[in-house]
């Protein structure tokens, strides 16, 4: 089942109009309104094959969001659309707010990233293994070179009592290192925990009161929160487990993160989390709130440490990876069956972030495929002035709708940027959004021709409707939606 929320009102770019004389929306320009309607399709089919319950989704260009939508439900139970304003637990998505907090620090001169752990937090001594090796810095802690282990010493992600900042510091000292500082990437949740305490040490607010106060606050994040009360924990999407073989899916209860709330801790939405996406293409006030230099950003986005497959590495809380001549910088998360995605092209000033209320979900295959479907139509859109819109014939709007074929499989008849095209619905979903669409160019009458040279022809009734459709000597009949 599939709910349509309304679309995100979407100002001109930088509240002016593209070009001069132009004041077409960026969403309305024909190139980019097809190029969501290829995608709309795409992702309703991949919901649906994956059973996937509700998902949010939205595209930023630069300083505005483009597109925004919500499929599916955010509970089953209620039937609840899920829409972009649908509040999800973003998980490891938090540790960009965490490092961006440490980053503000920086650049108030109250500390440096070269900093041992050790100045700002007196109480952290993990037993080193690694003679003749660096101390843990807040760099390593941001890249995850620190070699800590992976997680603090308790069983939090079995039983969800996470611990106090208390335990944490105390836990922390009958840990040892895995690495020497600087040799190995290993994911940690234990070192963006410190970097939580060294926020705490060097503002003199808890990291929560920081970081809400000092970040969501001014970037006008108002559906989004360090530690959610009443409120949003009442918009909070249903967290669903693992599908059974039966179909079904327990829902799991929201859970306290303790002090390992800054890996993981924030609530927020797609529409919030475009605010946050704009923010890494800003250079200036002009666009919004400067929370952080712009120069700072690009700190943050550029490879500090690089993997060994040389295919992309660690930014200061950030993953870069390199493909197609371009850097894409991101982070997931993944927490209490939400899981998310942001994922950004800085050198284009797009983005497009993703949750979804599934622990089965699979938010950066659906990022990637927005950005692959969605992005070219923008880079196109925002480098010419509008050509005209081609004109389709009205004669064609009869044709317009969902077909099939005896067996039950679909096909989709529409109209995209003056063209008929036929749309086959298959399953599993084509890896790509834009695979699955044929071109119907006109022949004589209602004769139409594909690209391989095969005719379609629509069969009319009297009254003018399509009775059936003949393709290669056999037919799809009309199907209501």
Do not use: C
């Not at 930014?315 to 950004?344: E, M, Y």
Request: proline content about 7%.
């Amino acid at each position: 089942m599939r709910w349509k929320s309304v679309l995100v009102s979407t100002l001109l770019l930088m509240s002016m109009p593209l070009f001069a004389g132009d004041e077409v929306k960026l969403q309305e320009r024909p190139e980019v309104a097809d190029a969501i309607r290829v995608f709309d399709k795409w992702v309703e089919q991949h919901i649906s094959h994956r059973n996937v319950p509700g998902l949010s989704i939205a595209v930023v260009y630069d300083q505005e969001i483009v597109w925004a939508e919500g499929y599916g439900y955010s509970d089953l139970e209620t039937k609840t659309p899920a829409t972009p304003a649908t509040v999800y637990r973003i998980g490891s998505v938090t540790k960009l707010f965490t490092s961006t907090a440490i980053l503000q620090l920086r650049d108030q001169g109250k500390l440096k990233l070269d900093d041992p752990i050790s100045l700002h937090l007196p109480w952290f001594a993990v037993p080193n293994p690694f003679p003749d090796t660096p101390e843990i810095t807040i760099r390593h802690l941001l890249t995850h070179t620190s070699g800590l282990p992976r997680e603090a010493a308790f069983p939090y992600w079995t039983d969800h009592v996470f611990p106090t900042r208390k335990e944490l510091a105390e836990g922390v000292q009958g840990q040892d290192a895995l690495n020497p500082p600087e040799t190995a990437y290993h994911y940690s949740n234990l070192g963006m925990s410190l970097l939580g305490e060294i926020v705490t040490a060097v503002s003199g607010q808890p990291w929560a009161d920081y970081v809400q106060e000092k970040i969501l606050q001014p970037l006008g994040m108002s559906s989004s929160s360090t530690a959610p009360g009443e409120e949003l924990r009442r918009r909070l999407s249903t967290a669903y487990m693992l599908q059974a073989t039966d179909g079904t899916r327990g829902a799991m209860e929201y859970y306290e993160t303790g002090a390992i709330a800054p890996a993981g801790s924030i609530v927020s939405t797609v529409e919030d989390l475009g605010r946050f996406a704009s923010l890494q293409f800003r250079d200036g006030p002009a666009g919004g709130e400067q929370i952080l230099k712009g120069s700072t950003l690009r700190e943050m986005q550029r490879v500090q440490w690089v993997y060994d497959s040389f295919t992309g590495g660690r930014g200061l809380g950030f993953q870069v990876s390199h493909r197609d001549g371009k850097n894409f910088v991101s982070h997931g998360g993944s927490i209490g069956a939400n899981v998310s995605n942001l994922l950004t092209v800085p050198s284009e000033k797009i983005a497009v972030i993703v949750a979804i209320n599934a622990d089965d979900g699979s938010p950066a295959t659906v990022a990637r495929q927005a950005y692959q479907s969605i992005a070219p139509a923008i880079l196109k859109a925002t480098k010419k002035p509008a050509a005209p819109k081609a004109e389709a014939d009205p004669e064609w709007q009869r044709y317009v709708g969902l077909y099939a074929d005896p067996w039950g499989w679909e096909y989709e008849v529409l109209i995209l940027n003056g063209e008929l095209v036929m749309y086959g619905y298959d399953y599993p979903p084509h890896r790509d959004a834009s695979l699955g669409y044929t071109s119907l160019t006109p022949v004589e009458g209602t004769t139409f021709r594909r690209p391989n040279k095969d005719l379609v022809t629509f069969e009319l009734d009297d009254a003018g409707d399509v009775v059936r459709v003949k393709r290669n000597n056999n037919y799809l009949f009309p199907k209501k939606k």
